[in-house]
């Protein structure tokens, strides 16, 4: 079925944290997280008063509106009001871990995940961190002993940035309040599965698990067991509910699986008719009675210069692949928001964990587990920079959160401990074939899930969706191509020596965002999101391939081991900072250094 209509908004919404701006040890903290929580107000449609504790400490909360609005109210205080806490994000665990904490005699007040965390802090520090399950970022104050903690979730789903001080800490989930809130410093994001202190920053123990040795054998009727589980955690039981079915096996699964005990849930499909991915969409939605809502490009002003601005000031980034596929998911998500949804769940996170990009199928096909395993360590380091930048900035522009069920830590950690041969099946005649123990759940279910889409080929997001296609067929690239000349490109990449440009579109995106924010103060901005490929066989069956302009670079087998053996940075953390986190330890726990309870 397919149709365009509203959505629903007949429940009994709950708390959900959007954004999140903190001052500690900061003069006139008050009205710095003020100035900071004005520029993320698209993040929610509700502003928590600011809550200000002593002369340098502030907190205030941006969130989307419910009706138990005087419970809701953060920031959310433990029990005996020692801790606070400014939370952005969810915690699917908290059931859980209320019900523990409740028989250690810890009293609640209110039915949120955050006052649970407050708890949790109280009661355990900062070994807390690893019994979480969710995607977070937070900051919490111990008011008996001055102590802070700041932390992001293992894979970094939901953003944190800072500017350190000479006496303190600002705390935003963007950039660009930040440099508008302080005029030194520079803004730094807090790297996945880091915590910072007063003693600074430091990886903590978390739930995610790295590859046992040796590699174990899939199974697909597990996996089905652990998606459709993860799924219902992602699934908020009182809020209405959309997914992002764009036709291809990750998101047709994860609609799938949503749809299971709520089948009311729509799914949105980017594109026209004529979109290349469509009729995959439109055959699931065809056997499965899925309610399958159309969001047509608009091609003049998709192409449009003003939008390129918009997508590059959302996502605040040039990388072409996270701005290109960030107009494919702003334009989603503003249709969601429009039928009146506020929970999206999407498929990220698959391609990345079961090989479904050419590179990783390749590789994985022609190389060891310790080199494969190596290159999708920085796939998913990266993600934090990328994939997950883009869905949390695009959706979050207009007050939805997306969810990712496949990187739950259940569905992680089963991941990295299969074998080659549940990720890929080798071609010899062709390219190799990704996502296998994926394309056998679909067996189990021959009635509801196709098997053109068990059999395709990935399509990007953008190209499924009809606006262009693959590398050089962008119609933002042949903006670039005919709006700056090679000498205008000699002359920019003198002027941006330090971003490392290698094509015009990049120069394009560069600019507009040196025009919105001053990018010399983002360290980031400078440290490109690639990926380091062996010098794998069959190499040249990669060309054309890697969606990537220019981000791909060669190194050796001894250096692609070092990342699997974690002695290797692959450069996709903060440099600013100086942490010294290399690509494993961002996606696994690193320390078991014990704390004590409270923030001490």
Not at 100 to 108: D, E, K, N
Not at 209 to 214: G, L, N
Request: charged residues 25%.
């Amino acid at each position: 079925m397919v149709h365009n209509r509203g959505g629903n908004s007949q429940y009994n919404w709950r708390v959900k944290m959007c954004g999140i701006a903190v001052a500690f040890g900061w003069q006139d903290a008050e009205n710095a997280v003020g100035s900071m929580i004005s520029g993320i107000v698209h993040r929610g449609d509700v502003t928590d008063p600011v809550a200000t504790l002593g002369p340098s400490h502030a907190m205030c909360t941006r969130r989307l509106r419910i009706v138990d609005a005087d419970h809701a109210v953060q920031p959310q205080f433990s029990a005996d009001g020692r801790i606070v806490v400014s939370f952005n994000g969810e915690i699917y665990n908290f059931r859980q871990l209320r019900n523990t904490l409740s028989a250690l005699g810890v009293q609640f007040k209110t039915n949120s995940d955050t006052e649970v965390l407050a708890a949790s802090l109280l009661t355990w520090g900062a070994r807390a961190l690893q019994r979480l399950s969710g995607m977070y970022a937070f900051v919490a104050i111990d008011l008996r002993n001055g102590q802070f903690i700041a932390a992001r979730d293992p894979l970094g789903i939901k953003p944190l940035y800072y500017v350190k001080g000479e006496t303190g800490y600002l705390f935003c989930s963007e950039i660009k309040p930040l440099l508008a809130a302080t005029d030194t410093g520079m803004v730094e994001a807090v790297p996945p599965g880091v915590m910072i202190t007063r003693r600074g920053p430091m990886a903590y123990p978390t739930c995610l698990s790295f590859p046992s040795t040796p590699p174990v054998a899939g199974d697909a009727k597990k996996l089905d067991r652990m998606l459709y589980e993860a799924v219902q955690s992602h699934l908020p039981p009182d809020l209405p509910v959309a997914t992002m079915c764009s036709g291809g096996i990750d998101s047709t699964l994860i609609t799938h699986y949503a749809r299971r005990d709520r089948p009311e849930i729509p799914g949105y499909f980017l594109g026209s008719p004529d979109a290349p991915d469509y009729g995959y969409a439109k055959e699931f939605a065809d056997k499965s009675g899925l309610d399958l809502r159309c969001v047509e490009i608009d091609p003049s002003g998709a192409s449009s210069e003003p939008m390129i601005d918009e997508i590059v000031k959302t996502v605040e980034s040039f990388e072409p692949d996270l701005v290109r596929h960030g107009l494919c998911t702003y334009l989603i998500g503003k249709k969601i928001h429009e039928d009146g949804y506020r929970v999206a769940l999407c498929g990220e996170g698959a391609d990345e964990l079961y090989c479904g990009y050419p590179p990783l199928e390749l590789i994985f096909a022609n190389e060891g587990d310790e080199i494969s395993r190596a290159v999708r360590i920085q796939y998913l380091a990266i993600m934090h920079r990328s994939v997950l930048q883009r869905v949390d900035r695009c959706t979050m522009a207009h007050g939805v959160e997306a969810r990712v069920p496949f990187l739950d830590p259940t569905i992680f950690n089963y991941a990295m401990d299969l074998d080659a041969n549940a990720m890929v099946r080798d071609n010899p005649g062709g390219f190799p074939m990704g996502k296998i123990i994926l394309r056998a759940i679909y067996d189990l279910y021959p009635d509801q899930l196709p098997k053109s889409i068990r059999n395709r080929k990935k399509l990007s997001f953008y190209e499924g969706a009809g606006f262009g296609g693959k590398h050089e067929e962008s119609p933002w690239y042949d903006l670039a191509e005919q709006t700056i000349s090679d000498s205008d490109f000699a002359e920019g990449k003198k002027e941006f020596v330090d971003y490392d440009l290698t094509i015009k579109e990049e120069l394009l995106y560069l600019r507009k965002l040196a025009a919105q924010m001053d990018i010399a103060r983002v360290p980031q901005l400078k440290v490109r999101s690639r990926i380091l490929y062996p010098q794998t066989k069959r190499a040249d069956m990669l060309k054309g391939r890697i969606v990537r302009h220019g981000q791909t670079q060669r190194r050796s087998q001894s250096t692609l081991s070092r990342l699997a053996s974690g002695t290797e940075n692959c450069g996709s953390v903060s440099q600013g900072n100086r942490i010294q986190v290399s690509c494993e330890t961002s996606v696994t726990k690193l320390s078991t250094r014990s704390r004590p309870a409270g923030l001490a």
